[in-house]
Structure formats: C-alpha cells, structure tokens
C-alpha cells in the first residue's frame, strides 16, 4: 500500500471510530485479525494476566524477570539523575520549573508477523518509575501470547486490551466506552499505525513516529566479519523494510561480510567503503541510525565525534539484540535520520515540564513599565491594561 493510500485509509478509520466507538473497534478487529470480540472482551482481565504469568514455562518466566530487572535498574538510575523541580529567588521574582508525570499513557505492542514482550518492558517500565499512574497497553488479539500477559504482569500495566492496529490507536487518543483516552502514546507499530499517530498529535501525545527499524555497523578491519553480518541479518530481521549498513574502512571486511550475509536478505543491506576513520564517522552522522555499533580498535575517538544515532552500542559484545532485550535502555529508538533531533524513549518521555513564576508586588512595579513598553511596541492594547489596571490598584502601593 502507497503512502497515499495509507494516509486514505487511516483518515476513514479515524472516522469511523469517532463515530461507531467500540463498534467500530469490533468491526476492524474481525476485519484484520479475523476474531470476533465484543467490547466487553476487550480488556483483558488481572485473573488471566496473572494464570498467564504463573503458567509459562519457568525459563521464559526468568528470562522476562531478568530482563526486566536490567530495564528498571537503568531507568530508576536514570529517573534518580533527571533535573527536579526548583526555584530561584532574584530581586522579588520567584522563578522555577517544576517537573510532573502525565496522568495516563497508552502503549502499543505489535502484533504482526511476531510477538513483543520486549516492547512492553521497554515502553511500560520507564513510564511506572516516572510516575504515571495509568498506564494502558494495546496489542492486537492475533498476537496476544502468554509471554505478553506476563510481561504486562511483570512491566506493571494497568490496563491491558487486545485491540491493535490503526483502531486501537485511535481509541488510546480520544477515547470510547470501553476504552479511556490517554495523555500520550508510545511504541512502535507499523506504517497504518504510524500514520495513525502522525494524523492524531496533536489531539494526543506522540513519541516519535517510527519508521522500519535499521542499524548501522562502523566497523574498521578489527571487526569480526561473522558478528558483523550476523548483527545487520538480525536487524532486517524485523520486516521487509528494515535496513543494515555497515560503513567501514577496510575493504577486505566489506567483501567477508557480504559473503557471509544470508542470501534471502542481502538485498536490505548497503555497504560503504571510507579510506579513513573520520569519514566514515561523517557518513554515519550523515545516516543519523536507529542503532549504531561501533567495531573498531579505539571506540572512544568515535565516540567524541559521533554525534547522530538513538543508541551507540560500544565493541563487539555489545550487538543492538543485547539493546533489544537485555542491556537495559528502552529499544524504542529514533528512525529514519530523526535521531538528528529525536532521543529514545525514557523516564524523561513521560514527564513534563511546568515553568513556576511568582512576581511580587515590588518587582511588579519595577518591571511593569519594560512589559507595557513591549505590548505597545507589538499593538497588543489589552496586554498593555493588564498591566495599568494593576498600576492603579491602590494595594500595590499601599505594599510597596
């Protein structure tokens, strides 16, 4: 489907749920997933959640724990060094920002060709240790395994509904009866749900508007040409879309890991030969990429220069799969050359930010005359009154 096509679709089912609600959401379940659900079945109760937690196979169960343990081990650390709420004093102004979670977040899980338990440790972790008290998960119900109710279980969602695709996005958004509206959305999904997303900010919070997921490999003739092909098959892995490119300096490497890229995928990488270190480095700021390996014999001098990437993922033991799972930072990453000005998905995603301004009466009077001065300049007349009103007011000299 065209990126007009998809842009018509989402426009109608946008529609169509603002007007049907949970109808709709039953209509385009069957429709996509081929399940019937009626809108009492949405919601996926505790008692399943938690029969589904202690059902799964103890490796699984450990697995999930441990990985979870490492997602919150980082997020609280990071939540710990975050800036907090202050104030300055100066000459009768009182002067501050003050930092709040958001009410309410929704997250989406994919539910296409695999299941991603990962995704809602990575997306519903940060958002428990940042504060927010609701926090709603989607996943469409053709994917809904026991490795996602027990990684909701084990995140601390509060609320989880098999509804997925463009519907379920738009429900998160602006509500229905079934389903209450959220302050922001995040997660990944694909291009229906992404457009989805870019339709709907505004109205609602977005994260970032994910494209297919990429890596790229810098790589000098250091690297070992087997985990260099193994990581950038990994990363196509995702979807047809995705894309692996590794930029090195060494020519003998670029050969080895193209003949060592399974066959059935070669056509989603690119490779990029650099006579030298630091173009190379100018070429992977230019790519801007969702995950950034970094392969060569000294990290640290391509550290000090990269300036473009979601994630830096440092030697060879550090592939991005270690970063889909295990390492701990979120793995819902800036895409498509928006880590140009995006960051990933942290603690600091479900803040926000409130300036704190306090005048009193003495530094009214002092300042009053520059703001008038300013509204007068700009022709904005009742600016100007908001100020004289309160000029006139004998309590403000009665103060000072």
Same mark, same amino acid.
């Given at each position: 489907?065209?990126?007009?096509?998809?842009?018509?679709?989402?426009?109608?089912?946008?529609?169509?749920?603002?007007?049907?609600?949970?109808?709709?959401?039953?209509?385009?379940?069957?429709?996509?997933?081929?399940?019937?659900?009626?809108?009492?079945?949405?919601?996926?109760?505790?008692?399943?959640?938690?029969?589904?937690?202690?059902?799964? *196979?103890?490796?699984?169960?450990?697995? =999930?724990? /441990?990985?979870?343990?490492?997602?919150?081990?980082?997020? $609280?650390? +990071?939540?710990?060094?975050?800036?907090?709420?202050?104030?300055?004093?100066?000459?009768?102004?009182?002067?501050?920002?003050?930092?709040?979670?958001? +009410?309410?977040?929704?997250?989406?899980?994919?539910?296409?060709?695999?299941?991603?338990?990962?995704?809602?440790?990575?997306?519903?972790?940060?958002?428990?240790?940042?504060?927010?008290?609701?926090? @709603?998960?989607?996943?469409?119900?053709?994917?809904?395994?026991?490795?996602? =109710?027990?990684?909701?279980?084990?995140?601390?969602?509060?609320?989880?509904?098999?509804?997925?695709?463009? /519907?379920?996005?738009?429900?998160?958004?602006?509500?229905?009866?079934?389903?209450?509206?959220?302050?922001?959305?995040?997660?990944?999904?694909?291009?229906? @749900?992404?457009? #989805?997303?870019?339709?709907?900010?505004?109205?609602?919070?977005?994260?970032?508007?994910?494209?297919?997921?990429?890596?790229?490999?810098?790589?000098? +003739?250091?690297?070992?040409?087997?985990?260099?092909?193994? %990581?950038?098959?990994?990363?196509? +892995?995702?979807?047809?879309? /995705?894309?692996?490119?590794?930029?090195?300096?060494?020519?003998?490497?670029?050969?080895?890991?193209?003949?060592?890229? !399974?066959?059935?995928?070669?056509?989603?990488?690119?490779?990029?030969?650099?006579? *030298?270190?630091?173009?190379?480095?100018? @070429? #992977?700021?230019?790519?801007?990429?969702?995950?950034?390996?970094?392969?060569?014999?000294?990290?640290?001098?391509?550290?000090?220069?990269?300036?473009?990437?979601?994630?830096?993922?440092? %030697?060879? $033991?550090?592939?991005?799969?270690?970063? *889909?799972?295990?390492?701990?930072?979120?793995? @819902?990453? !800036?895409?498509?050359?928006?880590?140009?000005?995006?960051?990933?998905?942290?603690?600091?995603?479900?803040?926000?930010?409130?300036?704190?301004?306090?005048?009193?009466?003495?530094?009214?009077?002092?300042?009053?005359?520059?703001?008038?001065?300013?509204?007068?300049?700009?022709?904005?007349?009742?600016? /100007?009154?908001?100020?004289?009103?309160?000029?006139? *007011?004998?309590?403000?000299?009665?103060?000072?």
């Amino acid at each position: 489907m065209d990126s007009k096509k998809i842009k018509n679709e989402v426009q109608r089912i946008i529609s169509v749920v603002r007007r049907k609600g949970d109808q709709a959401l039953a209509d385009f379940t069957k429709r996509f997933d081929k399940i019937s659900l009626k809108p009492q079945q949405f919601r996926i109760s505790p008692q399943r959640i938690e029969r589904a937690y202690r059902n799964l *196979d103890s490796e699984k169960r450990r697995s =999930l724990d /441990a990985c979870a343990r490492r997602i919150q081990e980082f997020h $609280w650390y +990071e939540r710990k060094h975050l800036p907090q709420s202050w104030t300055m004093m100066r000459n009768g102004v009182r002067l501050g920002q003050i930092y709040s979670p958001l +009410e309410s977040v929704g997250i989406y899980v994919p539910g296409g060709q695999y299941s991603y338990p990962s995704t809602l440790l990575m997306t519903a972790i940060p958002a428990r240790l940042a504060g927010v008290p609701r926090r @709603v998960a989607i996943t469409p119900p053709v994917r809904l395994t026991d490795e996602i =109710l027990a990684a909701a279980k084990i995140a601390g969602v509060t609320d989880l509904y098999q509804i997925g695709g463009p /519907a379920g996005i738009v429900a998160l958004a602006i509500g229905t009866k079934t389903i209450p509206k959220v302050d922001l959305i995040v997660g990944p999904g694909n291009a229906l @749900v992404t457009e #989805a997303k870019r339709q709907l900010f505004g109205e609602v919070g977005i994260d970032l508007l994910a494209g297919p997921s990429e890596l790229v490999v810098l790589a000098d +003739e250091t690297a070992p040409a087997d985990f260099v092909a193994a %990581d950038l098959a990994a990363q196509v +892995e995702h979807d047809d879309d /995705a894309k692996g490119i590794l930029i090195t300096t060494s020519k003998k490497l670029m050969k080895d890991v193209q003949d060592l890229i !399974p066959k059935v995928v070669q056509g989603q990488c690119q490779f990029f030969y650099q006579s *030298d270190l630091a173009h190379a480095i100018d @070429v #992977a700021n230019k790519i801007a990429g969702e995950h950034v390996q970094i392969m060569v014999k000294s990290p640290q001098r391509c550290l000090d220069h990269l300036k473009n990437g979601g994630a830096f993922f440092i %030697d060879q $033991w550090s592939p991005a799969v270690m970063g *889909d799972y295990w390492a701990g930072p979120s793995h @819902v990453l !800036p895409t498509g050359g928006s880590a140009r000005f995006l960051s990933g998905l942290s603690v600091m995603t479900f803040l926000k930010r409130s300036s704190l301004i306090h005048v009193s009466g003495v530094a009214f009077k002092k300042g009053s005359g520059y703001a008038k001065t300013m509204a007068k300049l700009e022709g904005l007349k009742f600016h /100007a009154r908001s100020l004289d009103v309160r000029n006139r *007011d004998p309590i403000l000299n009665e103060d000072i």
